[in-house]
């Protein structure tokens, strides 16, 4: 006779309670303390880091200042004391990196260049040898424009926008995506950096991570109906962007909170900030609230009241997506 | 190296020609009246029907405007146009009148069809005389069946396209931005006198989307007009009632791809809408141009009896049982790579449908040496042009009617 079958009828029941109180399965507290615990186990981590002093007296953001508020962003993330560290812990020595920046804003709307030397600095002392480099957008002269120096050759880092080499002739596809990707990130790079800008944007809502790949296919135009839901979504799912995809630097140091993406004074604000996340989904969520408490400030409806809210995040944190995650209680917003 | 586009098309034909195709209902010996195209208009017909199929070495010299080698800068501000339908916002904002999309572009970007971009409020069109293709092609191909038959159409696109078709077999130029594809400079006096030179009576604007190209196809079509050369387009219809009317207004005919007669269809797979291109229709129809109708059969999307019959009955009921229609074969192309080829028994049964309607001309496309290519009588169901792949190579049709029976046929024909 087996041990099971010596088992009577009080005993297992007694089991049976033991085991549901055990799984929280015994009441509605238990599965959300369950919830709960699962949800702080596996939660992605945002860090915003601030420094006031940023641009010192004047309007240009001090590079010193940069490099410094830029260490103590990545420290806080990879829970180093020493920034080259953290650096090592994203890339290694012979590895290919592009810097997929934002100069779509044009001047006082696109990605710091202070911020994008810091990282270029950081990466080097890491191991990546300087013309590993790559910084670049869809478009040189637009880079030019905001301040960033085209830069195709010798040991220097790479800087220079898709115009210069064509995008793959090739469709990639994915859902509702069918585009041709930036020859810079097939060809030249393996790991993939974005360094978004913190924006709204007047049909997605806000433009900051998952958007900022718009710029690594050659048919944005397409892909911007129903507030870019699940285009952005479908994109970020290309394989060829997410496994190189391993960091974003949001360059919050100038935002925007209303009328984007273009630069326009009236709608920005000088918020001297970066914000680094590994997950794309939950930087994209907490930078959406810092352009909504900006809004509450200034009186403007919320970008769910204004019939644009980027509902495209819980797209890209859906079940079909996976990207990250959009679910407040998952994401541990460091501020440092 | 020719580029090749086609809207009809996208199949390859024999050099040697298909083979000839007859109707069941019409063998009739060629009549004393019968008047075949002269031997010059044949050889060039022909020999633009391998060039634009890509199988005759006379091709690229009938390519009017070199193809480009590769990504280059380019000179911009001579193709930069202040566009004619749009309406000024606040936050210099503007909202694009010119197709139903209504797209709202804010200040340096782009609508849907990425050829037009907003600087400072003003909206711009980025491709006037911004040519990235070019050809000569019989006017069989575009397919426009009742206009000038065996006579080439100096044919042109540029970049863009106001919709996003999953089967678009030119999407290399038509879902591009105008930077990212090779092109020329080809102002509308140029084109007219190229079109001349050509022996082309008629500029077709065609191969991706004219709608958003409008500003040029308009200037264009102007000065084809004073240069004697007329004008046709090939578009999808997707264009707001006032564009259409300026716009195409100019134009001598006008082809219009009906892709579907659905909205599920035209949202999912053509990424528009159904009801603006029927009305655009109804205008065409109002506004007396001449019009033929494409549908492209998709296997297992549009190729339903009811969706046939209930696109026969409006063709019926809104238009006229003498607008052209004709139903092409796909190919699998783009984003719709796994679907077959569109057998030949699905459209002869659109076809068979669409007869039993009461249409008088219906046409299967796409298949080479198919009799359903030739034009019958609808009254004494004589054979009255006969095509051979895209060339006419019989017109028998005199005075704008039937040589045996008297009746009517409406089109464009010889004078």
């Given amino acids: 006779m087996s041990a099971m079958r010596s088992?009577?009828?009080?005993?297992?029941?007694?089991?049976?309670f033991a085991g549901a109180a055990v799984l929280g399965a015994s009441g509605r507290t238990g599965l959300l303390a369950a919830a709960e615990q699962e949800a702080a186990l596996?939660?992605?981590?945002?860090?915003?880091?601030?420094?006031?002093?940023?641009?010192?007296a004047g309007a240009t953001v001090d590079s010193r200042r940069m490099g410094s508020l830029l260490d103590r962003a990545m420290q806080a993330l990879y829970d180093r004391d020493n920034p080259i560290e953290a650096w090592t812990k994203l890339v290694r020595p012979g590895e290919m990196v592009g810097l997929k920046v934002n100069t779509l804003g044009g001047r006082g709307l696109s990605s710091n260049l202070q911020l994008v030397e810091g990282i270029c600095e950081r990466l080097q002392e890491a191991g990546i040898k300087a013309s590993d480099i790559v910084v670049w957008d869809r478009d040189s002269d637009e880079m030019e424009h905001v301040g960033f120096h085209v830069s195709t050759g010798g040991n220097r880092v790479q800087c220079f926008g898709t115009d210069r080499v064509d995008y793959e002739q090739e469709l990639v596809t994915h859902g509702s995506v069918g585009s041709r990707l930036s020859k810079i990130l097939t060809q030249r790079c393996?790991?993939?950096i974005n360094v978004p800008v913190l924006k709204d944007h007047d049909g997605a809502g806000v433009t900051i991570a998952l958007k900022n790949m718009y710029g690594v296919i050659h048919n944005p135009n397409k892909y911007h109906p129903n507030g870019c839901n699940p285009y952005i979504a479908d994109l970020n799912m290309l394989p060829e962007i997410r496994t190189r995809m391993r960091l974003t630097i949001c360059d919050a140091t100038t935002a925007c909170f209303e009328g984007g993406p273009g630069y326009k004074p009236e709608y920005s604000w000088k918020n001297n900030a970066v914000i680094v996340s590994q997950d794309p989904v939950a930087l994209d969520y907490t930078g959406w609230q810092v352009i909504e408490r900006k809004r509450t400030e200034k009186g403007l409806k919320?970008?769910?009241g204004d019939k644009r809210a980027p509902h495209y995040i819980a797209t890209a944190a859906d079940a079909q997506h996976r990207l990250g995650t959009d679910d407040p209680r998952r994401i541990a917003v460091v501020e440092v | 190296m020719s580029r090749e586009l086609d809207t009809q098309e996208g199949v390859k034909i024999p050099a040697d020609g298909a083979a000839e195709g007859r109707s069941p209902a019409v063998r009739g010996e060629p009549s004393p009246l019968s008047c075949a195209l002269d031997r010059r208009s044949f050889l060039q017909c022909a020999l633009a029907s391998g060039a634009a199929l890509g199988v005759c070495e006379f091709a690229q010299l009938l390519v009017a405007i070199p193809a480009w080698a590769g990504p280059q800068k380019q000179d911009d501000s001579r193709f930069i146009v202040e566009a004619k339908f749009y309406q000024k916002l606040q936050d210099k904002k503007i909202k694009c009148k010119l197709c139903p999309r209504e797209c709202t572009v804010g200040d340096r970007e782009r609508g849907y069809c990425g050829v037009r971009e907003n600087h400072g409020g003003t909206y711009y069109t980025l491709?006037?005389?911004?040519?990235?293709?070019?050809?000569?092609?019989?006017?069989?191909?575009k397919p426009?069946?009742?206009?000038?038959?065996?006579?080439?159409?100096?044919?042109?696109?540029?970049?863009?396209?106001?919709?996003?078709?999953?089967?678009?077999q030119n999407w290399d130029i038509s879902q591009v931005r105008p930077e990212q594809v090779s092109a020329d400079y080809a102002p509308p006096k140029l084109v007219a006198e190229l079109a001349k030179q050509h022996d082309c009576p008629t500029i077709a604007y065609t191969y991706s989307e004219p709608v958003i190209f409008s500003e040029y196809l308009?200037?264009?079509?102007?000065?084809?007009?004073?240069?004697g050369v007329r004008s046709v387009v090939v578009s999808n219809g997707y264009m707001q009632e006032e564009a259409l009317k300026t716009a195409y207004g100019k134009m001598d005919a006008v082809k219009i791809d009906l892709k579907a007669f659905t909205e599920s269809y035209y949202k999912d797979v053509v990424v528009g809408e159904l009801k603006p291109v029927l009305d655009a229709l109804v205008t065409l129809r109002k506004m007396n141009k001449w019009t033929e109708i494409v549908y492209l059969v998709v296997p297992t999307l549009n190729d339903s009896?009811?969706?046939?019959?209930?696109?026969?009955?409006?063709?019926?009921?809104?238009?006229?049982?003498?607008?052209?229609?004709?139903?092409t074969q796909f190919h699998p192309e783009y984003l719709l790579k796994n679907l077959p080829i569109t057998p030949v028994p699905t459209l002869e049964r659109a076809k068979a449908i669409a007869d039993a309607e009461g249409l008088h001309y219906v046409y299967i496309g796409n298949v080479p040496g198919h009799p359903a290519q030739n034009t019958y009588c609808p009254k004494c169901q004589r054979m009255l042009v006969e095509r051979v792949g895209f060339t006419a190579s019989r017109m028998l049709i005199r005075k704008g009617s039937c040589p045996f029976c008297g009746q009517p046929i409406p089109g464009v024909w010889h004078a």
């Fill in chain 1, 42 to 56: 596996a939660k992605s981590r945002v860090v915003i880091a601030r420094d006031a002093l940023l641009r010192g």
């Fill in chain 2, 144 to 168: 426009l069946f009742h206009y000038l038959p065996g006579t080439l159409a100096f044919s042109l696109a540029t970049a863009g396209c106001n919709v996003n078709c999953k089967f678009c």
């Fill in chain 1, 302 to 304: 919320t970008l769910e």
């Fill in chain 2, 127 to 141: 491709v006037h005389s911004r040519v990235c293709a070019a050809h000569i092609d019989p006017i069989e191909k």
């Fill in chain 2, 218 to 227: 308009m200037d264009a079509a102007d000065a084809g007009h004073e240069a």
């Fill in chain 2, 305 to 327: 009896d009811a969706e046939f019959r209930g696109l026969a009955r409006w063709i019926k009921t809104n238009l006229s049982v003498d607008v052209p229609i004709h139903f």
């Fill in chain 1, 190 to 192: 393996n790991v993939l």
């Fill in chain 1, 7 to 16: 088992t009577n009828r009080r005993d297992f029941l007694k089991k049976c």
